[in-house]
Structure formats: C-alpha cells, structure tokens
C-alpha cells in the first residue's frame, strides 16, 4: 500500500475534491460484474423485480434478463 503521494485528476488533487460531487462524474463498469456482489444473495425474483421498478432500471432489466 502506498503510503504518500497524491491522486489528481485532471491535474486536481482529489484530496481537494467534495467525495459526494465526484461521484456525480464517475461510474462503475465492471467487464466481469459476476465478480462484485450486488445484492444479499438470497433476494427473492419479487424483490429484485420490485427493486428495478423502484429505481427505474426495469426496462433495462428485462431487456438484459436471460432468456
């Protein structure tokens, strides 16, 4: 682990930035998202399903479903 130095993004030290703002900027794409575990891992089908209603992300979840 490092233990001095600084991340910069965009030649700004992050040590500067507002952690919640910088969030608005970045996202997550994992290649293997298998490997991250999302959820409980004992969520029932109704739940899941209830979750992407919830958050707007049902479309795009049953686009992605398996068939």
Same mark, same amino acid.
């Given at each position: 682990m *490092?233990?001095?130095?600084d991340? %910069?993004? #965009?030649? !700004? +030290?992050t040590? #500067?930035? #507002?952690p919640?703002?910088s969030?608005?900027?970045? $996202?997550l794409? *994992? @290649?293997?998202?298998?490997?991250? *575990?999302?959820g @409980?891992? #004992?969520? +029932?089908? !109704? &739940?899941?399903h !209830?979750?992407c209603? &919830?958050s707007g !992300? %049902?479309e795009?979840c049953?686009?992605? $479903?398996p &068939?």
């Amino acid at each position: 682990m *490092p233990t001095e130095g600084d991340v %910069a993004w #965009d030649h !700004a +030290s992050t040590a #500067d930035f #507002d952690p919640w703002g910088s969030w608005e900027h970045v $996202a997550l794409v *994992p @290649q293997k998202f298998t490997h991250l *575990p999302f959820g @409980q891992g #004992d969520t +029932s089908d !109704a &739940a899941l399903h !209830a979750a992407c209603e &919830a958050s707007g !992300a %049902a479309e795009m979840c049953r686009a992605c $479903a398996p &068939a």
